[in-house]
């Protein structure tokens, strides 16, 4: 089943944004890129873990800007943001470039970033989704036969296992 390539585009022109991600079964990796000139300008790699005070996912983060490059301002966020969602780990490499960019052509650019990341976990969870529902099939299961459980207990599970991945 693993690894799963998906692909989402938000925004037009010189500010459309591109990821592409190859999902496996421990972690995604994530390339960010858009503008005029994509490029590889910083990585971010982000760990879920359970925050310190609550029982809220937060993530551990350690970042690897390219010398003159800001493209982690992009690479941080979206891989702090699909970490704590999917309860994985995630890696992303970003590069969006337009030349002389303004003040809001940059916002619009990290805005459209996080859109298309908003995107992409909704595929990532349509996924999850359809796999869990082979896996059923696979296992001779029916919507009504759950070994023993009962529908109950089955989303009780599902709602602790949400609750830890960020899902809820």
């Known amino acids: 089943m693993y690894p799963k390539e998906v692909k989402v585009t938000y925004g037009d022109g010189r500010y459309r944004i591109e990821i592409s991600s ?3 079964a421990d972690g995604i990796s994530i390339t960010v890129t858009g503008g005029e000139k994509p490029h ?4 971010a790699l982000s760990v879920p873990r359970r925050s310190l005070g609550s029982d809220k996912v937060s993530s551990d983060t350690w970042v690897m800007p390219v010398p003159g490059h800001k493209d982690t301002e992009v690479a941080v966020p979206v891989a702090e943001m699909v970490s704590r969602k999917v309860g994985r780990t995630v890696a992303v490499a970003a590069g969006i470039h337009i030349d002389r960019a303004e003040e809001r052509e940059i916002r619009t650019l990290v805005e459209n970033s996080l859109a298309a990341a ?3 976990m909704e595929q990532i969870g349509e996924l999850s989704e359809e796999q869990e529902a082979q896996s059923d099939e696979h296992n001779g299961r029916t919507d009504n036969e759950h070994n023993g459980r009962t529908d109950n207990e089955e989303n009780d599970d599902a709602q602790k296992s949400e609750e830890f991945s960020g899902n809820t």
């Open 22 to 24: 190859v999902i496996t």
């Open 40 to 43: 590889i300008g910083g990585v």
């Open 118 to 120: 908003r995107l992409l």
